[in-house]
């Protein structure tokens, strides 16, 4: 009766444990997704930008602003 007791107490505690664990694995990966993504957005915008100013500067009448053409299509 007091082994199943205390194996009942032991288990409660590593479940305690792993569920903090998986708490902060779950935080970390989204910390990294988050972080990720901002590169990832940084990195497309810059290059739709320097596109655009491509297509400005080599007929400059025939498309629209960088900055209006970056609102429109750049990532959010």
Excluded: H, W
């Excluded at 708490?23 to 990832?40: G, L, V």
């Excluded at 810059?46 to 025939?62: K, Y």
């Amino acid at each position: 009766m007091a082994i199943s007791g205390l194996s009942a107490l032991s288990n409660s505690y590593m479940g305690m444990k792993q569920y903090g664990l998986a708490k902060e694995q779950f935080a970390e990966s989204k910390r990294q997704y988050n972080q990720n993504y901002a590169a990832q957005r940084t990195l497309t915008n810059s290059q739709l930008e320097d596109r655009q100013r491509a297509r400005v500067a080599s007929n400059a009448g025939a498309y629209e602003s960088v900055g209006s053409y970056i609102n429109r299509n750049g990532v959010k």
